[in-house]
Nanobody, 123 residues
Framework: QVQLEESGGGVVQPGGSLQLSCAASGLGFSDYPLGWIRQAPGKEREFVAAISLNSVTEYADFVKGRFTISRDNAKNTVYLQMNSLKLEDTSVYYC?????????????????WGQGTQVTVSS
């Protein structure tokens, strides 16, 4: 059974930074692309970022230059460094994996079983 546990969310002012972490178990961690998906209340899930087996990355346009995704296969952990946070980044962020093995730039390309971590950007 795949388990994804997100952490690192919190409340931050606009322009601030947070780093999210996702610890994965129950899958061959180094065998699949991993990503982050977010969902705000009343909104559709949005693709944020993803990283392939060999660390090729894919980002949504609205986070390019601000967010950085990385993975540590030895620790079965994927990270999302979020800088220059904006009010509109407020959302629940979910860790997800690509069962197909495709590095997709779409939310529907990923599956997520984590509880998510809340990121709130507020002044």
């Amino acid at each position: 059974q795949v388990q994804l546990e997100e952490s690192g969310g919190g409340v931050v002012q606009p322009g601030g930074s947070l780093q999210l972490s996702c610890a994965a178990s129950g899958l061959g961690f180094s065998d699949y692309p991993l990503g982050w998906i977010r969902q705000a209340p009343g909104k559709e899930r949005e693709f944020v970022a993803a990283i392939s087996l060999n660390s090729v990355t894919e980002y949504a346009d609205f986070v390019k230059g601000r967010f950085t995704i990385s993975r540590d296969n030895a620790k079965n952990t994927v990270y999302l460094q979020m800088n220059s946070l904006k009010l509109e980044d407020t959302s629940v962020y979910y860790c997800a994996w690509s069962r197909s093995g495709i590095l997709s730039g779409q939310a529907h390309g990923y599956e997520s079983w984590g509880q998510g971590t809340q990121v709130t950007v507020s002044s």
